[in-house]
C-alpha cells in the first residue's frame, strides 16, 4: 500500500512517487491533488495502481493521475499514460472499458426564466426520446454491414443520415471519427451487443442533463464557446454501450496469452497488454477505434433527439431555442499525439482513462476558433451538483500530457451508495431544490447520490491552481435524466 510518506510534495497541488519507489518502475507518478484529496483515496489502491501502470514497456516520462482519481480495473480511473510508438504497448485496462465514454455540451439561447414554466414538459420528453439504462434498445437500429459503415465512418455517418449538423463534427474531438478503425477486429458479440443501442444512454453514472448557466468566469472565451450566462445548456454523458464493453473485455482475455508471446511482465494481470506493432496490438488498436467511432455516433444521436425534446417544447413559445454544440470530448481512449519530451517532439500512445484532453491554445488538431482560447474541457459534476466548462493550457501540454480531470471522481463504491442512500428520498430532495429528475430505477439513482462522490468545485480548483486548465463558466442542474 501507497503511503502519504512515499510521496514528494511539489507544490500543494502538485506530487511526485519517484521512480526508486520500486525497482520495477519504469518513470515516476506524478499526481494532481491537495493533500486532502490525496487522503480519500489512500483508502484503495489508485495510488499503487498507477505505480502499476508504470511499469508498462515502452513508458515515456510519468504516469499522471488526477485528482479526481479512484480504483479502476488494473489501471487507475483519472490516470495518464504514454507509451512511445511504435515498439511501446498498447493496454486495454489503460483505456477502459466504455470506449470513448464522453461528454458533449450543447449550448442555447433560451434564457431560465423564459424555460422555467416549460421544464417539466422538457424533462418527460428527454426522458422519453433519449433512452436509458441497462440493455436499453436505441434510437436507431442497423444490420451488422451499416453497423460496420458507421464504426468506421464515426459521425461522418450521422451527418449523412441526417441526425449531424456539419458545425456538431468540426466541434468533437477528432472530428467525431477516429481514423484506423478496423470493424472486421470487432467480434461478432461486440457487434450483436452493439446493434440495437445505437442513441441511448446506458446505466451507471451516465446521463442526459439540462444546466443553467450560472457565472461566466471569462466571458471572452466563453463568447467563443458560444456560452451565456442565465441561458440553459444540455450535457450528455455515456459512451459506447454493450460494444466497446465487450471489445475490452475480448482483448483483456486475449492478451493474457500475448504478454507471455511477447515475454512481458507485469505486477498486475489486469494491465494486460501487447506491443503496437505487433498483430495482436494492430487488431485492438482497430477494434478500439471502431468502438470509440460507435460511441461517438452514440452521443450525436442523443443529441438529435435532445434537440427533438427541446423544439416540441419551445417552438412556437421562444425565440432562438436552439442547441448549438459546444464541444464533444473522450476520456477513455488510446490515441497516437506527438510531445514535447525532454526538448524533442516525441510520438507516442496517449492512454487517458477517466481523464480528458485538454490541448492549450495553438495546438495541431483544434478548430480555428479555439487556436486562441484552447479547447474546451468539460467537467460534469455529480447528480444534483455544479458542473464546469474549463479551457486547455499551455501547462497542460508540459505537464499532464495535455490532460485534465474528468468528473467529480467517487470516494463510495456502488454497493455502498445503495446501502447508504435510498433513491425516491434522494429524489424528493433533488426535485425540493428545483431539479426534475427522470430516472428509470430508484437503486440506480442511490448508486449515484452526490454524497458518494468527491466535491467536483474542489477538484476543479486543483486542477486549476495547477495551471492545466483554466476557468471559463459554471453550470448548475435543472433537469437530470437518468437510467
Given at each position: ?47 499503487e495502481q498507477a505505480v502499476n501502470a508504470s511499469t508498462l514497456p515502452g513508458l515515456v516520462g510519468a504516469v499522471v493521475v488526477m485528482p479526481d482519481m479512484h480504483q479502476g480495473y488494473g489501471f487507475p480511473i483519472g490516470g495518464v499514460a504514454a507509451t512511445r510508438f511504435p515498439h511501446g504497448v498498447v493496454s486495454p485496462g489503460a483505456i477502459g472499458y466504455d470506449i470513448n465514454c464522453g461528454v458533449r455540451l450543447l449550448a442555447s439561447s433560451i434564457e431560465m426564466e423564459a424555460a422555467l414554466p416549460h421544464l ?364
Open positions: 500500500m501507497i503511503r502519504i510518506q512515499d510521496l514528494k510534495r511539489i507544490s500543494d497541488f502538485e506530487w511526485e512517487i519517484p521512480q526508486s519507489l520500486r525497482g520495477d518502475m519504469r518513470g515516476p507518478v506524478r499526481i494532481f491533488g491537495t493533500r486532502k484529496l490525496l487522503e480519500q483515496i489512500l483508502g484503495d489502491k489508485s495510488l417539466d414538459r422538457l424533462a418527460t420528453l428527454l426522458n422519453q426520446y433519449c433512452p436509458s439504462g441497462v440493455g436499453v434498445k436505441g434510437v436507431v437500429h442497423v444490420n451488422v454491414p451499416e453497423l460496420d459503415r458507421l464504426m468506421r465512418a464515426g459521425s461522418r455517418w450521422a451527418l449523412k443520415n441526417g441526425y449531424a449538423r456539419e458545425n456538431d463534427l468540426t466541434r468533437t474531438e477528432e472530428n467525431g471519427c477516429m481514423e484506423g478503425a478496423d470493424p472486421a477486429e470487432v467480434s461478432a458479440r461486440a457487434k450483436t451487443r452493439g446493434l440495437d443501442q445505437i442513441g441511448s444512454v446506458g446505466a451507471g453514472n451516465h446521463f442526459v442533463e439540462v444546466d443553467l448557466v450560472e457565472s461566466i468566469l471569462d466571458p471572452e472565451t466563453a463568447a467563443v464557446f458560444g456560452l451565456q450566462q442565465g441561458c440553459l445548456a444540455v450535457q450528455i454523458h455515456c459512451g459506447s454501450r454493450g460494444l466497446g464493453h465487450q471489445v475490452c473485455t475480448d482483448y483483456v482475455q486475449d492478451f493474457q496469452s500475448a504478454v507471455k508471446r511477447y515475454g512481458i511482465e507485469l505486477p498486475d494481470r489486469e494491465l494486460v497488454c501487447a506491443p503496437m506493432d505487433s498483430p495482436e496490438g494492430q487488431a485492438y488498436l482497430g477494434a478500439m477505434r471502431a468502438a470509440a467511432n460507435y460511441a461517438f455516433v452514440n452521443r450525436q444521436l442523443i443529441a438529435f433527439s435532445a434537440r427533438r425534446a427541446f423544439e416540441e417544447t419551445f417552438a412556437g413559445k421562444l425565440k432562438n431555442w436552439q442547441l448549438i454544440q459546444v464541444y464533444d470530448i473522450c476520456h477513455n481512449m488510446g490515441k497516437i499525439e506527438t510531445h514535447a519530451v525532454d526538448g524533442k517532439q516525441v510520438k507516442v500512445c496517449i492512454h487517458r482513462k477517466g481523464a480528458t484532453r485538454a490541448f492549450g491554445p495553438g495546438t495541431p488538431g483544434l478548430p480555428p476558433e479555439f487556436q486562441q482560447t484552447g479547447q474546451p474541457v468539460l467537467i460534469p459534476g455529480s447528480m444534483g451538483t455544479a458542473s464546469w466548462v474549463l479551457a486547455g493550457t499551455e501547462t497542460s501540454m508540459l505537464r499532464s500530457w495535455g490532460s485534465s480531470c474528468h468528473g467529480a471522481g467517487r470516494t463510495m463504491s456502488r454497493s455502498q451508495a445503495k446501502h447508504d442512500f435510498r433513491g425516491d428520498v434522494l429524489r424528493r430532495e433533488l426535485e425540493g431544490r428545483g431539479i426534475k429528475i427522470r430516472a428509470g430505477s430508484m437503486s440506480g439513482l442511490a448508486e449515484e447520490a452526490p454524497e458518494a462522490y468527491k466535491d467536483v468545485d474542489s477538484v476543479v480548483e486543483t486542477v486549476v491552481a495547477a495551471g492545466i486548465v483554466r476557468k471559463v463558466a459554471r453550470l448548475r442542474p435543472l433537469v437530470v435524466v437518468k437510467g
